[in-house]
Every structure is written in structure tokens, then in C-alpha cells.
């Protein structure tokens, strides 16, 4: 019971009971929080919950008051005895989830940062905007007012630099391969920093220093490891405790059907750029590969959020372990990768250098599960240089329900993914737009949580990770497969949602594991799930055959009439 | 000179009845010189059913988070009975212990 309660601080006490009720055998070892220091409603709930066990039977109280949130009291007979265990059980996630889906989804304005001093723009100027409602944070874009991000055409001198701080009275915040720059000033604002750079300095870019939010070992089971065409004949079901009753998502989008194909490989890499994962989530241990903190570079990257904790789980939870949920796939790793800070935000320059670290040691996938309306060239760059050594990124479109372009994902390297129901419509929060090229399940997704718990999440950041998950999938299917060819592939196999063919709501459709597996194994020698596409192809298949049988009648007609008959 | 002063009068009416009968009862189809607070009403409701839907997910996810809690510690609960329930001791011992 301790190592549960140490592991599990949201369970608060927590008792192990036996004997007849009001016998005088009755015996109760406790470990916790003295419950004298509860509601009387607490305590009351609590031998109710006595009670029942030593009547053989369970108990479940309504919500109770526990810290100024809720919680509330279980009970577990155990065997055969008039035994077992009572619990007081502090349910902190539910409050802590719904202050973390206000930010995800915008319904603040953004959040204070006591590091940067931030202040909204049009999106692509720099004109201040006050941000005073969170639906106002759709049309802004922030930065940090006395920052800038310089890229230089050369390399600076040790002399340049000195005599640049000098001048500008500059400070310099971060610096990448001595050519980018990110500048702080005590004294002049980002525009005036962006003047002087362009003026006396010809740089590649100057631009202000934007922020980014978050948009909104083997498992233990029975079934053995199955590669890219082993043959199974019937899905298979995870034992997980929460999945069949919670994770619509997953049969959503022919997940169990794909893993017939394939359930991945640990070979496999997908970076999680994000606000870090727990590390020693029960549900994440051993599908974790070394990560890395950007924000501070001396801690490891760790979760203090909750949100790169959960995207990590609908990726790589462990599947058919008995516990909590399954994650989409059986052996993929995660890479967590911190460069989002404890408001849930980070910068230009942290996102770019957590999507360099990551295509340089070895993801094959990167997950972006944030997002503003600002172009940076440094991020671009970034994605670039990450695209160009063969990974895949993939965004989200962000959760203002607005056609702008929200970055990352706009670009062009980038798979930017909308958000669905389990009502397979556009979700109400989704960006949509030209540039959204698939969409999957973003509404009420169970994943894991930190404090080894576990939450549902709404959002584009939610529907990220499946495409995510999905690519490593189809890497597993053929390792040989490009970023770009993958990306292809999502979207044709993607099963059409919406107005017929590519739209702005779901772009090619919601992503289909199993056709896309199986494309990506070779096993569909025409990958084309979208019913349009295969209502095209057997028109085209019919007005051919048409075609032909006339040409065979003109040809029969010229031969008798040649011949006389 | 007074027929000059008559027709320069007539026209003038004219010229005055031209310009200002548009204005008083614009043409149909014309330009809808009604001031705009019904595009803010409309712009301002459907951001308010934009708030809602919000408010709504949210209030769906606290409320799964709910349940999932519940589900998992009872689980949680249940393995860690049963193991004792093997034993055939208390889950912890040294725990201090009182008899009631």
C-alpha cells in the first residue's frame, strides 16, 4: 500500500480491512493522510466504504470534498473474507484538466509568462493588438518585445559581437552554430532591433522571437510481436482497462484491423517536441527513448504540464497490459523532447532547436502538437533541415476554428492535421484551411496523464499524434519508404470525410490504419480508400471496357464489309 | 425676366428632386445604408456558440477524466486486494495498526 500510495500521490489514504462488521476480530491497517483532517462527509464516506467490505461487498461514494477540489472514497473486497481495501481517492486531475483545456482551446487569453513580456500582433506584423478574451488569441500572434532572431550571412567575430552588444546594448539569449542569433535588448523593442539588422547588417532574416502554444521493453501481453505481413485472422482487442469503454478513437480509424499488418517496431523513433513526457509513467516505462530538455538543458524532460505526457500516450501507451489505456502502437518509441515550458509555451528558437536535436539523433517521426499564426524562418528552416534528413513532421492545425494558417503546419514540408468527433464531423474548435492535409480523432481522447493518471483531452494536438503513430506504422511496414512518399500515402489512403475529395475540414479525409499499412507493406496495389476515389476507379474501369467493345465492333463491321459479307 | 427666373426655379426643383429622392427612399437593391450591428450580432453569435461548443468539450473531458479515475484506481485497487487476498496478509504490515 505504501509503494501505491508513493507511486499514486492522488490516492490520499488508503486502508486494508478485515473481520465481521462490528465484531470485536475487526481489524484496519491504514497508511496516509489522517483522515481527521477531511470533511466530516469524508469521513463519513469512509466507514460506509469499512462497512461494505466487511459485508463482502464493494463501495463507491458521490464526489466529496477533498483540498478545495473533489475526490472521493472506494472500496474492493478481496478473496473470500470479509476483507479488503478502502481508499480516499483526491480526483485533482478532473480540475487540472479543465484549467489545462481553457488554455488548450483557447477559451483564455495568454497565459503571463514572467520571462518574456509578450504582446499580440496581426499576424506578420507588428502591430501591437491587446489580447483581452481567449477567442481574441485566433487573430494574434506573440513574441517577446525585447527579443529578436537574427540569422547572419557569416559567422560572427568574437569583436563583432562585443561591439553589437555595445551598440545595442545587447544581451544574447541563445545562439545557434554562431550564425542565428536570438538578441535581448534593455533597450530597444523588436522592431527597432529589426530595423538596425536589416539596415547594417544584409541578414539571411531578422524577425521577432515568436512563441508557440500547445494546441490544446516488450509489453507484458499475451500476443507475440507481429511484423509487416504475418497473417492473423481476427482484430485484436486490447486488455487495457479503460480501452474498450473510453478509446473510441482507435477502432475509429481501423487501428485494431492495421495491427494484423503490422504493431510496429522498436526501431522506430517518434519525437515528441512537446512540454516533456514522464518519464516513469506506468504506462510509458520501457517505450521511452533518451530525450532532451531544451528549456533547461540541465534537468531531464520531464512533464511539468501534462500535455506531452498524454500526446506521448496515444502514441506509444503499452498495449494489452491490463492497465490504463493502449496506445496505437505496440513498439514504437518516443523521444521526449521538452521545448515547451511550464505555461504550456515556447519559442521560435526552442522549438526549432528541439526539432534539430531530433532529426539529428535518429526520430524518423516528429510530432508538433503546437502552433501559432506567425511565419519564422528559423522554424522553417528547422523543419527543413529535419525534412531534408528524412523524418517526417507532423503538426497541428491549432484549436481556434479559424481558415488562417496556423504554423507549423502550414508549411509546406509539414502533414498539418485537423481534428474529428466520434461523430466523424469536423471538431468544433478544428483550424481548417487549404493547407490541412488529413484529419483523425481529436475529441475526448483517453491517454496518460502525469502523476501516473490518466485524462481526456480535446484538440488538434490530440489528432496529431495518431498521424504520428500511424507513420511510424507504416515505417514499420517498409523501413524503406520516404517522408514524403508516407505523407503521400496518409492522404490516399486517408477515408474521405466531408465534401467529396480533398477539402478544407478534413483535407484528404481521417487517416485509415489499415489501408495505409497495407499500402505502405505493398499489399494494395491501388491504395485508394476514399470511396470517391474507388467509385472513380470503376467508372474509369467501365467507360474503358466500353470503349473497347466498340472499337471491336467498328473493327468487325470494316473486316465484313471489306470481305463482303 | 420673370419666365427666365421661373425656369431657372423649375430646374433647380428638379435638379434638388433628382439628388434627393435616392436618399430619402433608397432604390431596391441599392446600397444598404443600415448601420452594420446585425453582422456584429451575427459575428458575436456564432462566437458565443464557438464558446459554448468549447465550454462543452471541456465539460465532456472533466467529466471522462472522471470516470477514467475512477475506473483505473478501482482496478489499481482490485489487483493490489487480490495479491494480498493471495498472501493471506495485510498489503502492508509494518503499517500501524489498530484494533477496533
Redesign the interface.
Known sequence: ??D?LAA?P??EAMA?T?GSSGSSG??????GAKLERYDPAVRQAWQEGITAVRLGRGF?SAALPVHGD?G?V?A????E?R???V?L?H?D???E??KH??RN???VPYPDNSRFRTQATEPGKLRDKQVTS??ANGNASHYAVDEVVVKLRRQLTPRELLQLRKTLNLSVAREHRRQTYVFRSKTLRTAQMIDYFNKNWNPVFAEPHYLYLTNDGKPAGRLAPLGAGSPLQTDVVPND??YG??QWNLPEIATESGWNVTRGKQDIVVAVVDTGVQLDHPDLKGRLVAGTNIVDPSAPPEDDVGHGTHVAGIIAAEVNNN??VAGMTWYTKVMPVKALDNSGAGTTYSVAEGIIWAADHGAQVINLSLGNYAQAQFLHDAIKYAHDKGALVVAASGND?TDRPGYPAAYPEVVAVGATGSDELR???SNYGDYIDVAAPG??I?ST?PGS??????GTSMATPHVSALASLMLAADGSLSNDRIAELLGKTARDLGAAGKDTEFGYGQIDVRAAVEAAAGKSAAPAASKQAAVADTQNAGQADVVQQRLLERLQNLLSNLLGH | MRRRYAIIGLLFTVAVAIFAVPIIVPAPGGRDVSPPPRQESRYSAA?KE??A???D??K???E???????????????K???A???SGS????E??????
Not at chain 1, 26 to 31: H, R
Not at chain 1, 76 to 79: I, L
Request: some cysteine.
Open positions: 500500500m505504501k501505491m499514486n492522488h490516492f486494508w478485515s475487526s481489524s484496519e491497517t491504514a497508511v463507491e473533489s472521493y472506494l474492493v473486497p478481496a478473496g473474507g476483507q479488503g481495501l481508499a481517492i480526483a486531475a478532473v480540475d484538466v479543465g483545456q481553457r482551446l483557447r477559451l481567449g477567442d482497462t479503460l469503454q473510453y492497465e490504463g476554428n471538431a468544433p474548435y475529441t475526448s483517453a496523464y493518471r490518466y485524462a481526456a483531452l480535446s | 462566437a464557438e464558446h461548443e468549447k465550454l468539450t471541456i465532456r473531458d472533466m471522462t477524466t472522471g470516470m477514467l479515475c475512477r475506473i483505473e484506481c478501482s482496478s489499481d485497487m482490485r493490489l486486494a487480490a494480498a487476498s493471495k495485510a498489503p502492508l504490515s503499517a500501524r495498526k489498530k484494533r477496533s
